[in-house]
């Protein structure tokens, strides 16, 4: 029996774990949900036990596919770290993942934060769609990420509420009372797509899906066009030709967490969730300096 827990098997059972699911783990590992459940078996053929059991359509981690989970957690940060420190750009270098969702406000800061007191640490950001980021900091390609939701895992920390706001163009006019109000919105699924159509229905206000884009850019053209209106999170910072609108109902606000890679210093992920809460309870204005960016498409 090979009882050897090799690297490779080891991420993508965890994987399976972080994408929620062995396809969504070959595709964020590049590889045939074949080959995923081929580590999966190996694994169990080192361990001895099985560590993945069907339920329904479904799978869910056994007791010890749940004690292996942790260890492989540990056993891939101490490898990754290792490789790491032979690697100097590498050990420079943080990348910061997040949504395109105010970006422009809260990325300067995260770079100027890690700059001054620990000038050897390079900044690297990566937007993109939610989805995307998670599953790239599944695979260890992003060491901190910035993501809409609740703070519901262990690696993940609450730091503040981005407030939304409504935008439409100058001069835009709503439509009768009783026609469906249009709405501008990121492709589904989209945090702030959700809160606006909830928003909308609770306060029995017909809504209608007037144009859809991948891109902030794309949303925010479509409104200057007269499309329709857009729930957005601009930190107070009013978009060019766009104006805020008063007189539709406030959105709850979401909340924002930042997830922390294994083996990322504690010293530099408690920097960045300071910053982010100090921007969010009372959030500056500002244009974003020249820094190294990497813009996913679809974003």
């Not at 909308?200 to 479509?222: F, K, T, Y």
Request: charged share 20%; proline share 7%; hydrophobic share 45%.
């Amino acid at each position: 029996m090979n009882r050897t827990l090799d690297i490779a098997p080891l991420r993508s059972f965890v994987a399976v774990a972080d994408a929620g699911g062995f396809q969504r783990a070959a595709d964020a590992l590049h590889l045939s949900q074949g080959a995923v459940s081929q580590h999966v078996r190996r694994l169990e053929s080192a361990i001895g036990r099985p560590l993945v059991e069907r339920r329904g359509r479904g799978s869910r981690f056994t007791a010890d596919g749940e004690k292996l989970l942790g260890l492989a957690r540990n056993l891939l940060a101490l490898h990754d770290e290792g490789l790491r420190s032979f690697d100097h750009e590498a050990r420079g270098t943080i990348v910061i993942g997040s949504t395109e969702h105010a970006a422009a406000q809260l990325l300067p800061h995260l770079a100027t934060a890690l700059d001054a007191p620990a000038p050897r640490y390079g900044v690297k950001f990566r937007i993109d769609r939610g989805t995307k980021l998670r599953e790239s900091f599944a695979t260890g390609r992003i060491d901190l990420a910035l993501l809409i939701g609740p703070a519901d895992d262990p690696r993940a920390t609450a730091v503040g509420d981005l407030m939304l706001t409504w935008y439409s163009a100058p001069g835009w006019t709503a439509p009768r009372r009783g026609e469906p109000l249009p709405v501008v919105a990121f492709d589904d699924p989209c945090a702030l797509r959700d809160r606006a159509l909830v928003t909308l229905a609770h306060h029995s206000i017909p809504a209608a899906i007037a144009a859809e884009a991948n891109q902030l850019a794309g949303v925010q053209a479509a409104v200057s066009a007269g499309a329709g209106v857009a729930l957005l999170a601009t930190l107070g910072q009013t978009p060019v030709g766009l104006v805020p609108r008063d007189d539709l109902p406030r959105p709850s606000p979401l909340p924002l967490a930042l997830w922390t890679r294994q083996g990322v210093a504690p010293t530099v992920a408690g920097r960045v969730s300071d910053t982010l809460r100090a921007l969010l309870s009372a959030p500056v204005l500002t244009k974003v300096p020249a820094h190294d960016f990497a813009l996913a498409k679809g974003a």
